[in-house]
């Protein structure tokens, strides 16, 4: 009988762990929805960072809503208020016409005013990604209001810590000044804060 030595498998074994423990890991991470944990910035579009299959930004302009289309992008969220967007549609276009043109789905969600910053504001958007089935653009003017709600939304339906989601904010439009004026980062806590 011969015998099996262990030892000259083990670097093959491990090989194959390896492999499986890669192809796992893919797997997973292409069939998970976004997570919020990995932010990339668009070159050459200013203040538009995605986050797995959602847009944060500011205020898109005509060439940046066809790019988005072109992405697949079948939801824009819009958080400017009704006079920002009468505004903005004297100077520029009508978005939600646009939008609609275009074949994408366009939800007003105004925040703005300080009865706007709600949970149920978070829960609204948490409705309407749940309900799209393609990738989403949340935008207000500048980005700001975006980051914010996005950042909230994944405390709040995500169960990320306020030190993750600030972390996931300062990549794209979440500024804490306090820190710069200090020169010490800040850690946030709150009780509650994911229910």
Request: glycine share 6%; hydrophobic share 45%.
């Amino acid at each position: 009988m011969r015998k099996i030595r262990i030892h000259h498998w083990l670097p093959v074994l491990f090989a194959l762990a390896g492999l499986l423990a890669w192809y796992t890991v893919g797997t997973a991470a292409a069939q998970s929805p976004a997570t919020g944990d990995t932010v990339v910035k668009i070159a050459n579009i200013k203040d538009l960072f995605q986050t797995g299959d959602v847009f944060i930004g500011g205020q898109p302009n005509l060439e940046t809503l066809r790019w988005l289309k072109a992405q697949g992008v079948a939801l824009v969220v819009n958080l400017r208020s009704e006079a920002e967007n009468k505004e903005f549609a004297s100077t520029s276009f009508t978005e939600e016409s646009l939008v609609k043109e275009m074949g994408m789905t366009y939800l007003p969600l105004p925040v703005g005013e300080k009865d706007s910053y709600t949970p149920r504001t978070v829960d609204r958007l948490a409705e309407a990604l749940s309900a799209n089935s393609g990738k989403v653009l949340v935008h207000c003017a500048s980005g700001v209001r975006a980051t914010h709600l996005w950042m909230a939304y994944l405390v709040r339906h995500r169960s990320r810590s306020l030190n993750e989601v600030a972390a996931v904010g300062k990549q794209m439009k979440f500024t804490f000044p306090v820190e710069d004026f200090l020169g010490v980062k800040v850690s946030f806590s709150a009780e509650n804060a994911a229910k």
